[in-house]
């Protein structure tokens, strides 16, 4: 308290002041694109046309809302882009779910059961992370079909499975590396096997890097366009294909305030994890990188 | 390295060693995975970048003529050097607007949850999303230039997406846009790491703020910097969206990168070897930035 | 030909957990039954890849769609959209090396053959000579369709690229006339801009620029160096003067145009040419889709006429449909019904109504057509006999696609880049044709 009294001369408040006002204008140029979006989306066309970007909606309406969901054409079906919400989530929970696991034993036994060649093991799978996908497209294409996986979800599934671990196994070992060895190694004399010491020790102070994990490996999933359209069926698209197809699908006058809504519609559940989660998914993402 | 003598090890019975092989078993699958999913894979274009494959693959090896072509290419030296320009800038811009702005939330600001959830959230969504609002915001005739002449500056020029020379640096904006908030919150969560009792001694020694945060609290945060200069190479290396939705590489090819010049040759042009050949120069790229990556992380691991 | 169809038995497959509670042996009772119904749906269904998916692209792609289901056949829709066809060819290469291509996809010119070349297309023969397609299809449209003397295609209609569109009211208030030269469509551009309009609407995406450039080419130079230059890629011809001057006739079209063009759709630019902001369009007919779904009838409320200096040249871009090769006799039989019904009537003359081009035969009856179909009919007709029908190097008929890739970026390169001399252009014009071949 002392402090905050002490600074409340002119200068200070001024200073005050301007460190708001910066605040305020960066929070304005981060805010801008999403807030045309959600103006435009609920704006008729007739004031689209007219008025500029920022004018505010005079007569609002969730009309384009309801169409972007269940009517609009994606190509030739005009069934909006609900139906593709669903395949996505069809994709992304069960890619998720086995990539964070699968990340979660593989940093707990690069950390906690040192073996020769583990670190070698671990730089390897660390430049999955960075590969270039329109480099495996078509090796990935070819073995999805010796698989007989192509045009499938399970094949979506696992091509999300295979380019997350790296990602994964990358937070999780950076997370366990600073969990005390000690912890474990008592455990050990005390007989516990591999998966029991897992389970008892590591998995429940493990929460702020599976947050992580799985913030991370939905929003990458979720977003993804390039794998969602070369390697879905016509009945297995994800959201952001049909994004694309609305989005391109136009008679006579684009529809933005349609195409709007059906962009919030497909942004909608990365944002809402971004929101809730954020700041979990900040607090463990250093916890891991920040350690050097 | 405790464990490795304990007694249990001494006596190795049946399920003792069970024990020291399962975490290679847990391991084996992802990295037989990773093996053949990403170095099969490389290996696979490194061959296919030696033949002469056009539509589809095929393996007709006209060893490294796809490269001289490649070499032989302006578009792609100007898709090399945007990256270079684009790289460059993406990553220096994020660094100090995401180091400013956690310096600046960390003066005890009101609804600071909020203010850090709106730099944030970019980060969650792609360009696919994102692409069409900024198309507008860029274009001469419906966005920011359009907008500010309205309000009556009738000489306020921002048409950079029209401009070949000035098209890569909007790439930069949206970019920054969307990664510079994910550097902030790597920031800020790495001041509130500091121990503030170095603070408080500096400013007894009676040194100016400024002063104190270029000469003592930035040196904490380097491990800070390394992890944001490496995730946000990764971003500028992978950038493709980005670039379709914005500028679809124009105008001409002005704004090309390196990942857009290899899915167009690979995929629309039907000159998969000439494809190849770029990607494994990509890879070559990021090879020489993960390494140095690579070696202090694994040799700061076996001090710690 | 059986009359009697049975309409395919489309039983949903993935309802089976939303079944109460089944017991096991009445689920994987089920789970044989629902397997039994999807190969049976398999065996008569096609799935189609395309890109039809502007507004009127797909409601007449729809009414293939009910042709075919009327028949009893199902219609497995794949349309990817975006960037004429480039993700969906992706899409198609994606399937095409996993072994699973779909039953039958737009693909069109030169491309046929490579995918032919590759073996992976069905033949076409049976349907062909039942339906007697050589007498029915203009020679150089069947020369397309077929591959080492086997039909693998399947045309759905002939549009011409080499069209200028206008609004006549813009036309009206600067006080002029259709432009029949490109001299007089810069005197009229003037005029235009002068009268407060954007004279000329254009997308500044380098297929859009290479539509120009082709008219361009067609229009200053005629038909024979169009051959010669963008067809058949002979040096000299690319390298010539009159490329230059092509070039640089081209270029200054840019100052008809506005500053809001980078990365603007095509239908975004006919749309400025229905709203009255702009005067003209050069543009392929499938611009007429929009103008017809904006209820504009043509001649009054729009005018079409070759673009300028080419009239008496016609290049051409088929839409096709390739079928690929499966081993199942009654998806084969699927596609050949797909086949036969591409060419049907009532297809054609839906599905070029909408898009805005001719059909691919033309003994039809084209009194639903308006007068820029008719007059397309009559110039294909003629330019077919005096050697003006040319393939579109900018649609990919004329030239291989990394050829076509090359010279695009020359193309747009050099649109775009202010310090670029014409004759560096058409240098690298040369470069682009030969560099392509291994």
């Known amino acids: ?292 | 390295m405790t464990h490795s003598i304990s007694p249990k090890a001494r006596r190795p019975t049946a399920s003792g060693r069970l024990q020291a092989w399962l975490p290679r078993l847990v391991l084996a699958p992802s990295a037989a995975v990773i093996l053949f999913f990403v170095y099969g894979f490389m290996l696979w274009t490194f061959v296919l970048s030696l033949t002469s494959s056009r539509m589809l693959p095929s393996y007709d090896f006209v060893g490294f003529g796809q490269y001289a072509r490649l070499m032989a290419n302006d578009r792609w030296w100007v898709a090399s050097t945007n990256l270079m320009i684009f790289g460059a800038l993406f990553v220096a811009v994020c660094l100090v607007i995401g180091a400013l702005l956690a310096i600046l939330l960390d003066q005890k600001i009101r609804q600071e949850g909020a203010l850090r959830t709106v730099y944030l959230y970019p980060m969650a969504l792609s360009f696919i999303v994102t692409g069409v609002v900024w198309k507008w915001l860029l274009n001469p005739q419906l966005g920011i230039q359009a907008m500010v002449q309205g309000w009556g500056f009738e000489s306020f020029r921002f048409d950079w997406i029209v401009d070949p020379n000035m098209a890569i640096y909007t790439l930069v904006i949206a970019a920054v846009w969307q990664a510079s908030g994910f550097v902030m919150a790597l920031f800020l969560a790495g001041l509130r790491g500091i121990d503030d009792s170095i603070i408080k001694a500096a400013q007894l020694d009676g040194a100016s703020l400024p002063r104190i945060y270029w000469r003592v609290v930035m040196p904490c945060l380097r491990p800070v910097v390394f992890s944001a200069v490496m995730i946000l190479a990764h971003i500028a290396i992978k950038s493709f969206d980005l670039v379709v939705a914005l500028t679809g590489g124009g105008p001409g090819y002005a704004s090309d990168l390196p990942a857009t010049f290899m899915y167009t040759h690979a995929f629309n042009r039907a000159q998969i070897g000439l494809g190849s050949a770029s990607a494994m120069l990509m890879l070559g790229g990021v090879l020489a930035i993960l390494i140095p990556y690579l070696y202090s992380e694994l040799r700061s691991r076996r001090h710690g | 030909m059986s009359t009697l169809r049975l309409p395919a038995l489309r039983l949903p497959t993935l309802r089976l957990s939303t079944l109460p509670l089944p017991t096991l042996r009445q689920s994987a009772l089920g789970l044989a039954l629902s397997m039994a119904a999807t190969t049976s749906a398999q065996a008569s269904d096609v799935e189609v890849l395309h890109w039809w998916t502007s507004g009127g692209e797909a409601r007449a792609a729809n009414v293939l769609k009910e042709l075919l289901e009327a028949e009893g056949y199902g219609w497995e829709d794949f349309a990817v959209a975006g960037g004429g066809g480039e993700t969906a060819m992706t899409v198609l290469k994606s399937r095409a090396m996993s072994g699973n291509p779909p039953s039958a996809a737009q693909i069109k010119g030169p491309e046929i053959q490579e995918w032919g070349e590759l073996g992976l297309l069905g033949d076409l023969d049976d349907v062909a000579a039942e339906e007697n397609w050589d007498a029915l299809l203009p020679e150089v449209v069947a020369d397309i369709m077929r591959f080492d003397g086997h039909y693998v295609a399947v045309p759905a209609n002939v549009h011409r690229v080499n069209w200028l569109w206008a609004n006549p009211e813009v036309l009206d208030a600067a006080g002029v006339e259709m432009p029949t030269t490109l001299d007089e469509l810069f005197t009229a551009g003037e005029a235009i801009r002068e009268a407060g309009f954007v004279p000329l609407a254009h997308g500044g995406q380098a297929w859009q620029d290479a539509t120009v450039f082709e008219s361009v080419v067609l229009g200053s130079q005629g038909v024979d160096f169009y051959r010669q230059s963008l067809v058949e890629l002979d040096p000299e011809a690319l390298g010539s003067d009159q490329m230059i001057e092509a070039l640089e006739t081209f270029k200054r079209l840019r100052e008809l145009m506005d500053e809001g063009m980078p990365g603007r759709d095509w239908n975004i630019a006919t749309n400025m040419v229905i709203e009255g902001d702009a005067g003209f369009q050069l543009m392929g007919d499938w611009a007429k889709g929009e103008f017809t779904a904006a209820g504009l009838t043509a001649g009054e409320d729009y005018l079409c006429a070759a673009a300028p200096g080419s009239e008496d040249a016609f290049s051409f871009n088929i839409d096709s449909l390739a079928m690929f090769r499966v081993n199942d006799d009654g998806e084969r039989e699927a596609q050949q019904a797909l086949a036969r019904l591409v060419l049907e009537p009532t297809f054609q003359e839906a599905f070029n109504l909408a898009k805005g081009s001719i059909p691919a035969r033309p003994d039809l009856d084209m009194s639903e057509f308006d007068s820029c179909a008719e007059q397309s009919l009559a110039d294909f007709q003629r330019t077919a006999e005096t050697g003006g029908l040319v393939p579109s190097m900018s649609h990919g008929m004329a030239v291989r696609a990394d050829v076509q890739g090359a010279i695009f970026d020359v193309v747009t390169n050099y649109f775009n880049d202010a310090n670029m001399p014409a004759d560096q252009a058409a240098e690298r014009l040369v470069s682009a044709a030969q560099m392509a071949s291994f």
């Open chain 1, 1 to 292: 308290m002392a402090d905050a009294i002490r600074r409340q001369t002119v200068g200070a408040r001024l200073l005050r002041g301007a460190l708001y006002a910066v605040l305020i204008l960066a929070a304005l140029f981060y805010a801008l694109p999403l807030l045309i979006m959600l103006i435009t989306s609920i704006k008729p066309l007739s004031e689209i046309t007219a008025g500029s970007l920022l004018s505010l909606p005079q007569n609002p309406t969730l009309a384009p809302w309801t169409k972007a969901w269940g009517e609009a054409c994606t190509g030739m079906r005009c069934e909006g882009v609900g139906g593709y919400f669903w395949n996505s989530f069809a994709i992304v929970i069960p890619a998720v779910l086995i990539s964070t696991a699968a990340g979660a034993l593989n940093g707990y036994a690069l950390t906690k059961w040192r073996f020769k060649g583990a670190e070698i093991v671990f730089a390897l799978m660390l430049f999955g992370c960075f590969i270039p996908f329109q480099v495996v497209l078509l090796p990935m294409a070819q073995t999805l079909g010796w698989l007989g996986l192509s045009s499938s979800r399970a094949g979506l599934v696992l091509v999300h499975v295979v380019f997350g671990i790296a990602f994964t196994t990358l937070f999780f070992r950076n997370f366990y590396v600073g969990i005390p060895d000690e912890l474990v190694s008592a455990a050990k004399l005390d007989g516990a096997g591999f998966f029991r010491i897992f389970w008892r020790i590591l998995l429940p102070v493990s929460a702020p890097i599976i947050v992580v994990s799985i913030i991370w490996q939905f929003t990458q999933i979720w977003n993804d366009f390039l794998f969602g359209v070369a390697f879905s069926g016509h009945d297995t698209q994800p959201v952001t294909v049909a994004l694309n197809n609305l989005v391109n699908t136009s008679t006579g006058v684009t529809e933005y305030n349609v195409n709007m809504a059906a962009a919030m519609i497909a942004a909608l559940p990365t944002l809402v994890v971004y929101v809730l989660a954020g700041k979990y998914f900040v607090r463990g993402l250093t916890a891991g990188s920040v350690k050097g």
